[in-house]
Every structure is written in structure tokens, then in C-alpha cells.
């Protein structure tokens, strides 16, 4: 009896086997790889590394676009022989609606003589230039889109969706201010600089869940505000909340208060149950003090022309010489990000059961 056992587990173990290899050897001979590493969120538009060695002897180039065979859903980029998938970087830059590929080793010349193919509705232009490494492909996008490529017989495949169709949970983060707006400031502490601080903490928090988050900025840049509120409206974000600082002509005034979209009435869950859980966690988060709900004014564009729930968190009085150094503190910035953090935890739990 043990001996027919063992007969028979040894089969099986040789027809896995033999299947596993037959596997392996079709994905071998077909060469088709997924690249699922899109760089999104903290990759600069012009990182240093792909920059011309001359900026002045380089200059963009149209890519050629022609009707593929056979390709209907991918966009079809051609690609050198031996390119590897290592060789290949994406970025995802979404706030400029465009998409880069680098590609090092890849010649110039290489997408003189060959076109771009298939599906390229989500593309409106196409140009590409020399790095040091190599060639960066630049293709300019009619929208804000996911991307999965997948790489196959020196052909990049690259398939575009809509955030919805890729993700159940969308939240978007605004850091006010950026770049020469400084926003409010006091004693050498700029707003612009708390609020990219508690973004970047937020962010560690926020990718170890199951929530996709859109950042209008990661670095010290400032998008226009119209740009801002688009990010929110076009991927159709569960939430946008915006991450700010406040002042007060009367330097006693301290505390937190936020400020909600009331333009619009969305009914279950709005901003101004947005504003209220940002309101309850953030305080209770840095055991500070509540000022309470504003409307935003006029003046406020993004959070008055984003159509989904919206609300700006502003968690301290940056004109209160106390409040101002606390601001400026890693550990209070950490303390800030974990209070939004468990407002969007509970909101999802409360308003979006799965």
C-alpha cells in the first residue's frame, strides 16, 4: 500500500513538473514580460538623470504614428533588439497629463526609422529626444489615465484606463502653496514647506493600504489651481482634501479649523462631513484645539470648483509665535498626517462599506 502511494506522489510530482517547465518555456519563447512598476507621484518632470548632455545641441521630435495590423486596445511602441525590461523606466506624470518613457541604450535615430502603432486615442501627441543614457519617449495624453505595459518581442504594449476602472478607493492631496508662493509665513517657517511635509508623511501612511492617492504635488512646485481641482474631478475622487496652514491678524489666536466646499450638495457623505472628520481626528491627533467648519470663500478656487467632496484641514495659526514653532516640527507634522490618516480610514469604513 505505502509503496503505491509513493509511486503515485511520484508521478505526480513528474507531471507537474514536466508541466511547470512547459510553462516556463512558452513564457520563455514568447518573451512577454508585465512591467508593473509605473513611477508616479514623487518623480520631478525633468529628473536630472535623463536630462541632455547639451540642452542647447538637443531638441524633441515628432514620433511617427501609423494604423497597426492587429493592435486594437495597445498602444504599440517598438523597441530596440535586446532591450530588456530593466532597461526600460515609466513615469507617469498626471498632473501634466503626460507619460515618459526612457529607454537606455535606444538610439535616436532608432524612432526615425520606426513608428508608433495601434490604440493611440489617449494620445495626442508623440515626440521623443536623446538623455545621456539613451532616447525618452514623451507622449502627451488627452486625459488622466492608469497605465499597464506589457513587454513582449521588442514591443512595449501599453494599455490605458480610466482611475475608476483601475481603483475602488481614490483620494486626492493637495499641498497648498509651492514653489515661489510660499503661502503664509513667520519666523523663517513657510506654509508651503508644513504642507509638503505632512503630505510626504501622509504618503508613507497611505501606500501601505489599498487606497489610491493622487498628490498634486510631491515637490516644491505650484500647479495651477485650476489644475489642482481637475485632478480631483477627473479621476472622480471619493474625497480631495487640501492641506494648509492658517494666520490670524490677532497673534493670540490659535488652533484648527477646516474649510469645506459648500457649492455643492452631495448627499450620504459631502464636504461637510468631510470637513467634520478632518476637524474631530486632526485635533485629536496633536491634542490641540478646535476652531470649528467654514465655508471657503470666494477666493478659494480649487476647493470651490472640485466636485467632489472637498475640504481643507488647516492645523494651526502659523502667526502664533507658538503655534508657528510646533509647525515647523517633524514629529507634529507626523501628528497631523496620522490625524488625516484616520479621518479617511474612518470615512471609508463608515461611508464606503466595501
Known amino acids: 500500500m505505502q509503496h503505491n502511494i509513493m509511486t503515485g506522489m511520484a508521478c505526480f ?8 517547465m512547459g510553462v516556463i518555456l512558452h513564457l520563455s519563447a514568447n518573451k512577454t514580460i508585465t512591467i508593473s ?21 538637443t531638441e524633441e521630435h515628432a514620433l511617427t504614428f501609423v494604423q497597426g495590423k492587429s493592435d486594437t486596445s495597445y498602444l504599440r511602441v517598438p523597441l530596440p533588439k535586446d532591450c530588456r525590461a530593466e532597461d526600460i523606466v515609466i513615469e507617469n506624470h498626471y498632473m501634466d497629463k503626460e507619460l515618459y518613457i526612457i529607454i537606455n541604450g535606444a538610439e535616436e ?37 492608469e ?4 513587454l513582449e518581442n521588442n514591443d512595449l504594449y501599453i494599455d490605458f484606463s480610466s482611475p475608476r ?30 504642507n509638503l511635509g505632512v503630505a510626504r508623511k501622509l504618503k508613507e501612511k497611505l501606500d501601505k493600504t489599498d ?32 492641506i494648509q496652514v492658517d494666520a490670524n491678524e490677532n497673534s493670540s489666536v490659535y488652533g484648527t479649523t477646516t474649510v469645506y466646499n459648500g457649492d455643492y450638495f452631495i448627499p450620504g457623505f459631502g464636504s461637510v462631513e468631510l470637513a467634520d472628520a478632518l476637524e474631530r481626528e486632526v485635533v485629536t491627533s496633536i491634542k490641540g484645539k478646535a476652531l470649528g467648519l467654514s465655508e471657503a470663500e470666494a477666493d478659494d478656487y480649487a476647493l470651490r470648483n472640485v466636485t467632489v467632496p472637498a475640504a481643507s484641514i488647516k492645523s494651526g495659526c502659523i502667526s502664533n509665535k507658538q503655534e508657528a514653532i510646533l509647525l515647523g516640527r517633524d514629529e ?19 461611508n464606503f462599506p466595501d
Open 13 to 20: 510530482c513528474g507531471v507537474l513538473c514536466i508541466a511547470s
Open 37 to 57: 512598476e509605473v513611477v508616479q507621484d514623487e518623480t520631478p518632470k525633468n529628473p536630472i538623470e535623463y536630462e541632455t548632455v547639451d540642452s542647447e545641441e
Open 109 to 145: 535615430s532608432f524612432y526615425v526609422e520606426n513608428a508608433i502603432s495601434g490604440n493611440r486615442d489617449k494620445v495626442s501627441q508623440g515626440l521623443y529626444e536623446s538623455t545621456l543614457d539613451g532616447t525618452r519617449l514623451d507622449f502627451k495624453l488627452n486625459g488622466i489615465f
Open 147 to 150: 497605465c499597464r505595459t506589457i
Open 165 to 194: 476602472e483601475s481603483y475602488d478607493k481614490i483620494v486626492v492631496i493637495d499641498p497648498a502653496c509651492g514653489g515661489e508662493n510660499t503661502g503664509v509665513t513667520a519666523e523663517g517657517i513657510l506654509e508651503k514647506d508644513i
Open 211 to 242: 487606497i489610491k492617492t493622487y498628490y498634486t504635488r510631491m515637490d516644491d512646485v505650484n500647479p495651477a489651481e485650476a489644475d489642482r481641482a481637475e485632478l480631483a474631478n477627473e479621476t472622480k475622487a471619493d474625497m480631495y482634501i487640501r
Open 332 to 350: 507634529y507634522q507626523e501628528k497631523i498626517a496620522e490625524g488625516i490618516y484616520q479621518a479617511i480610514l474612518k470615512i471609508y469604513e463608515e
